[in-house]
């Protein structure tokens, strides 16, 4: 992800493909923390807009970007393996739309105006995001009905979209009840995904909903300690060759878990192949509550130097208990999909 990416719920821009690299092993020890009376099932209604372009081809094969099928497949068997096996996720019904979503003011691309975009993004309605509203309650499945009435009905618990470059999707978009969906009981959350990107992207984009839905559940002051980079989100995105007055030093000898821009040994946005090794507690989160304070020393090697490595090592740092401890989730994975009311962890069949 670059520089022009706008905080953690942002447009979906142009950027490369990441390649999918081998997760590292210690997913494996980390997996032995979890509790295996919890989990967590998530039904998912997910809208394709592929749209056929003036050749008569969809748009991903006439840009030559990816198949969402095989990015859904590894994204769902990684946080999986991530969450220690306590979230499953299951793709309850796919819609393949062959248009443009529908932008504010009942905007939508024609083929000229969308690849208008890609060459030139200044125009107001590259930029613009997409009617919500509009787009969960229109329906695209007649037997499914609109993603309203699905969510409504209790037949699926969140909403992936797919798309390209300027389609006007947030990363992750949390919606209060009887808002954008005038009869949803619950909160949802809306993914947006993009086949002109890689499945390292969408872990990236779940790790932003991971931290905005933890940090409302526990607190800054807890997530702080787990985190240790926060403060660095504030830093502009440039990645100087050594740390300078703007991107200052990290202090190896007090680390912590990082977070989705930095690694516990970062000094600049996306720094997840540094070499350089802290002594961090992060390991000892799957005590939590019960933390010890114990340090290991870590560095990229610990994730295996990519993101999607960096990101799968985090999230399996997640403390994963049944139960709650002083008021709060001993198992964080029920932050990140909801899950903290009674029979809010099971999906309805």
Excluded at 335 to 346: D, F, K, L, Q, S
């Amino acid at each position: 992800m670059g520089a022009r990416l706008m905080g953690w719920q942002v447009l979906l821009a142009l950027g490369a493909v990441s390649a999918l690299a081998v997760a590292p092993e210690d997913l494996t020890v980390l997996a032995t923390a979890s509790d295996r009376s919890e989990h967590i099932h998530v039904g998912v209604y997910v809208l394709d807009f592929d749209p056929l372009t003036n050749s008569g081809s969809p748009l991903s094969q006439a840009q030559g970007w990816n198949d969402p099928f095989p990015l859904q497949t590894q994204y769902l068997a990684d946080v999986a393996r991530s969450s220690g096996g306590i979230v499953s996720q299951r793709l309850v019904r796919v819609s393949q739309i062959r248009d443009y979503p529908v932008k504010a003011n009942g905007f939508r691309f024609t083929d000229a105006t969308y690849h208008g975009c890609l060459a030139d993004s200044s125009p107001t309605y590259c930029t613009g995001l997409i009617d919500y509203a509009a787009v969960l309650n229109t329906e695209f499945d007649a037997r499914l009905g609109s993603a309203c009435a699905a969510l409504t009905g209790g037949r699926v618990d969140e909403v992936w979209l797919w798309g390209g470059p300027w389609f006007g999707y947030l990363e992750q978009i949390l919606v209060t009840p009887h808002t954008l969906c005038a009869g949803a009981r619950q909160p949802f959350v809306v993914m947006g995904f993009s086949y002109e990107r890689g499945e390292p992207e969408m872990l990236h984009d779940l790790g932003h909903r991971a931290e905005a839905l933890i940090q409302a559940g526990i607190g800054f002051t807890l997530w702080d300690r787990f985190d240790g980079q926060r403060q660095r989100y504030a830093q502009d995105f440039a990645c100087p060759s050594a740390p300078d007055s703007g991107h200052p030093e990290v202090n190896r000898s007090i680390g912590h878990a990082g977070n989705v821009h930095f690694p516990p040994n970062a000094y600049c946005h996306y720094q997840y192949d540094r070499d350089f090794p802290v002594l961090s507690d992060a390991y000892d989160w799957s005590n939590f509550p019960d933390l010890t304070g114990h340090q290991t020393t870590i560095n990229a090697s610990s994730w295996g130097g990519t993101q999607r490595g960096f990101l799968m090592w985090w999230m399996a740092l997640f403390p994963r208990h049944a139960g709650q401890s002083g008021g709060l989730e001993r198992d964080w994975w029920r932050y990140v999909y909801m899950a903290t009311g009674p029979g809010n962890a099971e999906t309805p069949d």
